[in-house]
């Protein structure tokens, strides 16, 4: 039994709670009373893992069945991975503590580009090859799905299915064939091959790839009766979808610990830049009573002190007056916080403002993203320089002295007065609080500014726009600084080695694999995080395996040419993100959901259903 070996190396190793397992609401069954084993992987340490709302979601919902057990697996730190790695011990999933080798599904979630060597390491440290085709036998069969499947392509030769979309029912048919195929003895392909008609699922070994002398792709050609496109999955109705009851409560500090509450899915403003508000669509909302239900059983099942309503933008969530009155009549009692992340400052009531009022309060922060009102039009932020104001001089007559804003380098269309439009913008947030009469007497204000490099992605307006190159947003950033005037603006960067990196891999293709599989061979992993981060050996590996890096950031696309991940659908019509594309180019602006719809297409993902409730659905 593993567990006894590694009870050895507990004291060795930093938060040894990481993993030990045994935590409330673990769930644990009987191995040989279950037709399937699902060993259910974050490729990140147990802290980010933990916190993670997909992860407690899609484990609840597989262990409600009684033929299936699934099981947590966490990429072990530095130290912990040394250790196992001289004594021959291979990765374990937490419940059981057996080897990953034993299960029968392997799955993985890829929430952010920069965790794609873990993924190879935690394969290579379970004792299995880390490509697919060296994988012969049906089991384990190794899953992706989350965010970053949108494009899988540069992950493509270690994986052999992914999961497109929404996995709550479709890892139930994926389970269904898979235990079928155990039981009637079927080999790995015609597995696959009978995965590939389940919709949502795609086989990246049965789609060849042929390239242009440009290195752009000439053509995905479907085989082994695959479809043509993999359409994704999305759930229609998220009051009915399994929900867990209880969350495990970790042993160790996580990142987000307290009940993490979901109470929508997509956002109907379409802002250019955001990848995550066109792949969740379309719109679809939970019912205030669904959503105060789940959060009190989750709050007595865990003892947890505090609820974030997370979403991609709550303040736009339709019944949140009315679920803020049901939360707050037994969480005030029951002493328990309400916290209300990604406000936007353009909806910022007093009536929210009296709420937030009555909960524990933590930072204000909001996300202008760009400096200028042209720029915000040119990214369809569609928020003004007065919102912006306004909401501040709320918010210091509410009693706030600190506010954090959010911004991006590198937009397209940027120019340096946008990037000094930042500071000036932050140096009038800071004269709103001194010519506010009901400031906070005796207290100074303090605006910190938070800059990420802009990386465009796939499914967005800006899939086919340049990077900024490393030189251009390091000057910009400097040239930020430079327009700071005063020390009650604080300014802080994204690593933007990262951002390039995020770039390359965000719009890669399949000749990425082998530089993906040569940084892990040559000691990356942990790329997000900032002292395990070997940028220089991506680079040697890029440049010893022939790759220009720039040609996957720095080059603006054709709107003809043939995208990596243009046989994946997410439901969004290529027209309408390319009208969107045009439109930033002309500073104009489209109306949220609410207002009109536009056309996105990606209700008919839901039968035509989508929550946005505007006067006329397209
Ligand atoms: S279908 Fe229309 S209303 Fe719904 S998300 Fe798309 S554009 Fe918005």
């Given at each position: ?188 392909q015609?597995?696959?091959?009978l ?9 990246p ?34 009051d ?24 929508l ?14 792949t ?49 009549s037994?969480?005030e ?23 937030l ?7 204000l ?13 040119a ?8 919102e912006?104001?306004?909401?501040a ?6 009693g ?48 910190s ?39 009650k ?7 933007v ?43 040697e ?54 207002i ?12 035509g ?10």
């Amino acid at each position: 039994m593993i567990i006894k070996e590694v009870e050895k190396i507990l004291p060795l190793v930093q938060k040894p709670g990481r993993y030990t397992g045994g935590e409330l609401n673990s769930i644990i069954k009987d191995k040989n009373a279950v037709k399937l084993r699902y060993a259910f992987c974050f490729p990140d340490s147990y802290e980010i893992g933990m916190s993670h709302l997909g992860i407690k979601i899609l484990y609840s919902a597989a262990n409600e069945r009684d033929d299936v057990w699934c099981e947590r697996v966490f990429a072990p730190w530095h130290d912990m991975e040394k250790e196992m790695r001289e004594r021959h011990l291979p990765l374990y999933a937490l419940e059981s503590g057996d080897p990953l080798s034993d299960f029968d599904l392997i799955g993985f979630t890829l929430q952010y580009e920069l965790c794609y060597t873990n993924v190879l390491n935690m394969l290579d440290l379970a004792g299995l090859p880390i490509r697919a085709a060296d994988r012969r036998d049906l089991t384990p069969i190794v899953v992706g799905g989350g965010p970053c499947v949108c494009n899988p392509e540069p992950m493509a030769d270690f994986f052999d299915m992914f999961m497109i979309g929404e996995g709550e029912e479709m890892q139930n048919e994926v389970f269904d064939l898979l235990i079928e195929c155990k039981e009637k003895g079927k080999s790995k392909q015609e597995f696959l091959a009978l995965a590939a008609q389940i919709k949502g699922v795609y086989v990246p070994s049965f789609y060849d790839v042929e390239y242009n002398d440009d290195l752009t792709v000439k053509s995905v050609t479907a085989t082994h009766g695959a479809p043509e496109k993999v359409t994704k999955r999305v759930i229609s109705d998220l009051d009915k979808v399994h929900y867990p009851e209880k969350f495990i409560v970790p042993f160790v500090e996580v990142v987000h610990d307290r009940v993490v509450h979901e109470i929508l899915r997509g956002c109907i403003r379409g802002c250019r830049f955001c990848q995550a508000g066109f792949t969740y669509r379309p719109i679809r909302e939970k019912s205030a009573d669904t959503v105060n239900d789940q959060c009190m059983k989750l709050c007595h099942s865990t003892g947890y002190d505090e609820i974030s309503l997370s979403s991609l933008s709550t303040s736009d969530y339709t019944h949140l007056e009315e679920l803020m009155e049901k939360l707050l009549s037994w969480t005030e009692k029951e002493r328990v916080n309400i916290a209300l992340p990604s406000l936007r400052v353009d909806n910022f009531s007093e009536k929210l403002m009296g709420y937030l009022n009555r909960v524990r309060r933590s930072g204000l922060t909001f996300a202008p993203e760009a400096g200028t009102q042209r720029l915000r039009d040119a990214i369809n932020k569609n928020v003004t320089e007065e919102e912006m104001l306004t909401t501040a001089r709320q918010a210091f007559s509410g009693g706030w002295t600190a506010v954090k804003l959010y911004f991006m380098l590198g937009l397209p269309t940027e120019t340096y007065d946008d990037v000094a439009g930042i500071a000036e913008l932050a140096q009038k947030v800071v004269g709103e609080f001194y010519t506010n009469p009901d400031r906070p007497k005796g207290k100074g204000v303090q605006v910190s500014i938070s800059v990420a490099s802009f990386v465009p992605k796939p499914f967005t307006p800006f899939q086919w726009e340049a990077q900024n190159s490393l030189d251009e947003l390091i000057k910009k950033q400097e040239h930020l600084l430079s327009s700071v005037k005063t020390r009650k603006i604080s300014v802080s960067y994204h690593n933007v080695n990262i951002s390039f990196l995020e770039g390359i891999l965000a719009r890669g293709d399949r000749r990425l694999c082998a530089a993906v599989e040569y940084a892990w061979r040559h000691g990356c992993k942990f790329d997000s995080w900032d002292d395990s981060f070997h940028f220089e050996t991506w680079l040697e590996g890029f440049e010893k395996l022939g790759i220009d890096p720039e040609f996957y950031t720095c080059r603006k696309r054709d709107f003809e040419e043939i995208l990596p991940w243009d046989h994946l659908d997410y439901g969004i019509r290529k027209q309408f993100l390319i009208d969107e594309n045009q439109k930033a180019y002309r500073s104009e602006t489209t109306p949220h959901c609410r207002i009109q719809c536009a056309g996105c297409g990606s209700n008919k993902l839901n039968g035509g259903k989508c929550d946005a409730m505007c006067k006329n659905m397209v």
